[in-house]
Nanobody, 115 residues
Framework: QVQLVESGGGLVQAGGSLRLSCAAS????????WGWYRQVLGKQREWVAT???????KYADSVKGRFTISRDNAKNTVYLQMNSLKPEDTAVYYC?????????WGQGTQVTVSS
């Protein structure tokens, strides 16, 4: 069974950077896509970025050009490099692993961007 643990969140000033990590344990061979989502309290969870099994990436328009999703297969870890952060990026960020069997979510990590 795959388990995901996010880390790297924190408080950063507008214009600053953070790198989020999603460490996976268990067998990841069935995972065909990894993603990052974010959620503000009381709002719907929003898709941020995806990386496919072949390495292709997609981004939400709101983060395109500022965020980069990547993975290190040897370390079973997915990253979200967040640059030029804005106050509207403030949210709890969640890692997701998707396969034909279903999706798995991490516990989330808080990102707060001060103005």
């Amino acid at each position: 069974q795959v388990q995901l643990v996010e880390s790297g969140g924190g408080l950063v000033q507008a214009g600053g950077s953070l790198r989020l990590s999603c460490a996976a344990s268990g067998s990841t061979s069935s995972i065909n896509a990894w993603g990052w989502y974010r959620q503000v309290l009381g709002k719907q969870r929003e898709w941020v970025a995806t990386i496919g099994s072949g390495g292709s990436t997609k981004y939400a328009d709101s983060v395109k050009g500022r965020f980069t999703i990547s993975r290190d297969n040897a370390k079973n870890t997915v990253y979200l490099q967040m640059n030029s952060l804005k106050p509207e990026d403030t949210a709890v960020y969640y890692c997701n692993a998707a396969s034909y069997r279903g999706s798995i979510w991490g516990q989330g990590t808080q990102v707060t961007v001060s103005s």
